[in-house]
C-alpha cells in the first residue's frame, strides 16, 4: 500500500516536497516512481529510482528542477520540486514496480497510491 502526502497550492517558482510511504517489507526490492496526471491529459511519467537509489531518471519537463530520492529504512519515496511552474499543476502519483524496474513505463508499475494534489498559481 502507498500513501502519498505534501500536495498543496503553491505560487510559481516555489518549492514543494512530496512523499510516498510504502507498506510491506520489500520496499527495498522495488523500483518507484513517480506520474502525474493533469485534467484532461494522460498520466505521465515524472521520475523513478532504483532498488537502491543510486540510479534515476526523469521527464525532459522536469530534468533540472525535480529530484527523486528514496530511503529505504522508512519505505519512504520523497520527490524534490523545485521552480514550479503552472505547467506542473497535477494530481502527483507514486508507484512501485514488481521488481526492480525504474524505468518510465507506466504499464511496469502495478502499485499505485492515491494521489496528492498539486496546485500552482501563476
Known amino acids: 500500500q502507498l500513501q502519498a502526502y505534501g500536495g498543496g497550492l503553491v505560487q510559481t517558482r516555489s518549492s514543494l516536497r512530496l512523499s510516498c510511504a510504502a507498506s510491506?517489507?520489500?520496499?527495498?526490492?522495488?523500483?518507484i516512481a513517480w506520474f502525474r496526471q493533469a485534467p484532461g491529459k494522460e498520466r505521465e511519467f515524472v521520475a523513478a529510482?532504483?532498488?537502491?537509489?543510486?540510479?534515476?531518471y526523469y521527464a525532459d519537463s522536469v530534468n533540472g528542477r525535480f529530484t527523486i530520492s528514496r530511503d529505504n529504512a522508512k519505505n519512504t519515496v520523497y520527490l524534490q520540486m523545485n521552480s514550479l511552474n503552472p505547467e506542473d499543476t497535477a494530481v502527483y502519483y507514486c508507484?512501485?514496480?514488481?521488481?526492480?524496474?525504474?524505468?518510465?513505463?507506466?504499464?511496469?508499475?502495478?502499485?499505485w497510491g492515491q494521489g496528492t494534489q498539486v496546485t500552482v498559481s501563476s
Open positions: 508507484a512501485t514496480s514488481n521488481s526492480g524496474y525504474s524505468g518510465s513505463q507506466r504499464s511496469q508499475y502495478p502499485y
Open positions: 510491506g517489507r520489500d520496499f527495498s526490492s522495488r523500483g
Open positions: 529510482t532504483s532498488l537502491g537509489g543510486a540510479n534515476t
